[in-house]
C-alpha cells in the first residue's frame, strides 16, 4: 500500500507485544537476500508502524506481503529525502510511529537516511534503531581478514583518477578495508588496488545469505585472474588488508 502525507491522524494498530505508542523513527534493518532473515523485532516495528518509509515501494512490498504485514509505504529516497523529510518528522512529531526501511540491510550505510536521522535528532525527534543485517560486516567476518579493527569505505570512485587517489590514502592503512564495488566495475577497481597497493591479500563476496553465495579469497592478482575468467555478477562486498600483506612479508 503506498501512502500520501498529509497532516491528517493515521489510524493506529494495536498489539499486546508493541511498546508503549510515542512518536517514534525507527530505522529498521532488512534482509539483504534472504527474506527469513527479518527478525521478530523488525517484523513486529513494521507491523505496528503507522508509516513506512522505503527506498522503492515495489520492492518492499515484495518483503511487506511475505510476513503479512500492511502498512502503508512513502517512498524515500536519494532523490526525494530532503523534501519528504519536513513532512516525516511532522508525522512523528504528531505522535504517530514511522519505520524507515531500506531495499536491503541496513538504512544509511551507503543507502539513504542519512537526512532523515539527521534531521530527526536536530529536532529532537525520538530515533530508535532496529538491527538487521549488514552486507559489510558478512563480507569481512567471512573474509578471513583481521577483524579487529576496521573501516568502511562505501562505494569508490567511479572514474578512475578519482579512484585511484583514494587507493593512495590507504597505502599507510593499518586497518582492514571493507568496501562495496558494482560488477561492471570490478576488474578496474582489483586492477586499480594490485597496481596501487601492490598484490594485498582481500575477499570478494557476493550474493550473501542467497542461495549462490560466493566469497572468493585470494591475492589482488588471483582475484583479477578468476573475474577475468569468470564475468562478475551482482554487487561486491570487498575487503583487503595491508597490515596481512605485511605480516607475510616479514614472516
Known sequence: ?????????????????SEPRVGVLSVVGTPIGN?????????ETLKTADLIACEDTRHTGMLLRRHGIQTPCVSLHEHNERARTPGLLEQVRSGRSVALVSDGGTPLISDPGWWLVHEAIAAQVPVRWIPGPAALIGGLVLSGLPTDRFVFEGFLPAKAAARRRRLETWKEEGRTVVFYESPHRLLKTLRDIRDVLGDVPMACARELTKMFEEIRRGTASELFAHFEQHPPRGEFVIVLSRRQQEERSLA
Open 1 to 17: 500500500m503506498v501512502a500520501t502525507l498529509t497532516n491528517r491522524p493515521i489510524s493506529r494498530k494495536a498489539s499486546p507485544l
Open 35 to 43: 527474506l527469513q532473515d527479518l527478525a521478530p523485532r523488525a517484523i
